[in-house]
């Protein structure tokens, strides 16, 4: 496959989900400074000659069309007759939403309808969501020609702890129990990644977001809100999946704001970065899962450190991960921790933290508490 993994880029290897609706030239030419880009499928039908120009201004970029993989969001049938959400909503019979036998579709994000993923959804013209939905991302997304693969929101593994208990998974009027709801929908799930991988074939990306039980049908997992719910269990998780994807690997982790437009939290933002270098994936920092369309740029983006060439280590409290031009650090700590170096690196020049981008020349640095620092070798 052509996209570069995180082994090729010699920067930090960079995703942006962009899901905003207003496309303007500006903001495709910013977006032709990422690595991965995601938009919403109907960009394709809204702004195609944005989407033209962050191809033509960066023609190694990947784009990846984002489409929920569990649910319908409401505006998809309201959308233009010639849009893809809404070619997507006028063709999903009832009987394929997932409920309660007293109400039919359910919803746990506001205006997302819940779809019935499972192997035992009602079979109608021979079809059920978890076959269809591959079927129409091949003819409808990726034979437009623009798409490089598939970002597929709401993969649940389970959904009873989401969208409550009294399920009915077969529309027999019989609300069904939690544990076999669940079971049910993780198989029929990954049935549906199994099937888009079939339908638009090895050359595409597949990231999938809300669990990693599906990590061997995907290239990558999103680990979205890092690190509000704590920094060991997704640090750790994603060095353990890594070997389980497809090729290129495309891990991602997205650190926002908590939809505060904060985008001057340096802090926040490094701690992200490191914390993505050093377990091996695409970083993205942005404002929160409302706001996932912002094109927030930062000096550490522009860091020469090459490749990593070390696997991650554990010392002193501190993760950190050696570069062919760099050296990467986080600490996950509550206390600012002192280390030495095993040669000697240079902190960056910063045009935005200069208290921290000194470009000071050091054998030992400080790293702050829940902070990260990128180094690089110095010339001469």
């Known amino acids: ?26 903001t495709a030419t910013m977006l032709s400074r990422w690595d991965i880009v995601v938009l919403d499928m109907d960009q394709t039908y809204q702004f195609p000659e944005q989407m033209k120009l962050i191809k033509r201004l960066n023609p190694d970029i990947k784009l990846i069309a984002y489409i929920s993989a569990g649910e319908i969001n409401e505006a998809r049938f309201h959308g233009g007759l010639g849009s893809p959400g809404r070619i997507l909503a006028d063709q999903i019979p009832e009987q394929w939403f997932l409920g309660r036998p007293s109400q039919s579709r359910i919803s746990w994000w506001p ?37 490089d693969g598939v970002f597929l929101d709401g993969g649940y593994s389970e959904v009873t702890s989401k969208f409550g208990a009294g399920l009915d998974i077969n529309n027999d009027g019989i609300v069904d ?20 991988r079939k339908a638009i074939g090895d050359d595409r990306i597949i990231i999938a977001n809300s669990s990693l039980e599906f990590a061997q049908e995907t290239n ?5 809100n890092f690190p509000r719910y704590g920094f060991d269990w997704p640090f750790r ?18 650190t926002n704001t908590n939809n505060l437009e904060r985008p001057n939290d340096y802090r926040l933002m490094r701690y992200g ?18 706001k996932h369309h912002r094109t927030w740029w930062y000096d550490e983006y522009e860091a020469p450190i090459g490749v990593p060439n070390s696997a991650p280590k554990n010392s002193s409290g501190l993760w950190s991960r050696q570069f062919t031009n760099g050296y990467v650090i986080v600490n996950p700590t509550k206390k600012a921790i002192t280390i030495q170096l095993p040669t000697r690196y ?35």
């Open 1 to 26: 496959m052509a996209v570069a993994s995180t082994d090729d880029i010699e920067t930090p290897p960079l995703i942006n989900f962009f899901l905003g609706y207003e496309l303007t030239d500006e």
């Open 111 to 147: 205006g997302a309808w819940l779809m019935n993923a499972t192997n035992g959804a009602p079979l109608i013209n021979g079809e059920r969501w978890n076959t269809f939905l591959p079927r129409y991302i091949h003819q409808e997304l990726m034979s437009k020609g623009i798409w």
């Open 177 to 196: 129990d939690p544990k076999t709801v669940d079971e049910a929908y993780r198989d029929g799930m990954k049935t549906l990644l199994q099937n888009t």
């Open 220 to 224: 990558g997992i999103l680990f979205e």
């Open 237 to 254: 998780s994603m060095q353990d999946i890594s070997p389980l994807l497809e090729q290129p690997n495309v891990l991602a982790i997205n």
């Open 273 to 290: 970065l490191a914390s993505t270098l050093i377990a091996g994936g695409y970083y993205s920092f942005d404002a929160g899962d409302a």
């Open 346 to 380: 240079q902190k960056l020049f910063g045009r935005q933290d200069p208290q921290i981008n000194t470009g000071e020349i050091l054998n030992e640095v400080s790293v702050p508490p829940e902070d990260g620092l990128l180094l690089v070798k110095p010339k001469g």
